[in-house]
């Protein structure tokens, strides 16, 4: 099962892809769609729309698992990130991909093994899984961030029980 990890945002969105089997699961590719910072809000949207839809054709997932918003003190950001957010899903619904929607505590619960790991805890699976140590840190994070999201929907599908 081919699954499209997406961390969300304006800015800079995260992806990863993984082939999910029961033996385990195989990072296909990775990185960032970007957006400049100059442009209106309403042309990043769009931006954001189009490398979606064309990043789905590419992929063809056939589940996509994408991050929940959390943010504590910039409330403007993260309007504009739920945006962001807002269009990716658009994008996946049109496109008929199956949206699975995860907290980064869930996240962290099935990468890490616990729901309040820290981001070097989670990092240091991750590297463990994927053989990323050498990966250059700002890199690291982005690559993981959604490779986390679909492992997390490969071990969530794993469970018995009603899905997410």
Do not use: W
């Not at 769609?33 to 954001?48: C, D, F, H, V, Y």
């Not at 839809?53 to 698992?65: G, K, N, R, S, Y």
């Not at 981001?119 to 990966?135: C, I, N, P, R, Y």
Request: net charge positive.
């Amino acid at each position: 099962m081919r699954i499209l990890g997406i961390d969300p945002g304006v800015a800079t969105i995260g992806f990863g892809a993984i082939d999910a089997q029961r033996q385990g699961s195989t990072l296909l590719r990775y990185g960032v769609i970007t957006t400049p910072a100059g442009l209106p809000l309403s042309k990043r949207l769009t931006l954001i729309y189009a490398d979606m839809v064309e990043l789905i054709h590419t992929l063809q997932p056939e589940e996509m698992a994408v991050e929940e918003l959390f943010f504590n003190t910039n409330l403007t950001t993260g309007i504009a990130v739920a945006h962001g957010r807002g269009v990716i899903l658009l994008a996946a619904e049109q496109l008929g991909v199956p949206i699975y929607e995860y907290t980064p505590m869930q996240v962290k619960q099935a990468v890490a093994g616990y729901g309040k790991a820290d981001k070097k805890q989670v990092m240091l699976m991750t590297a463990a899984a994927e053989d990323g140590a050498h990966s250059p840190p700002g890199r690291r994070r982005r690559r993981t961030g959604p490779g986390h999201l679909s492992r997390t929907l490969r071990h969530q599908s794993a469970q018995p029980g009603p899905g997410v």
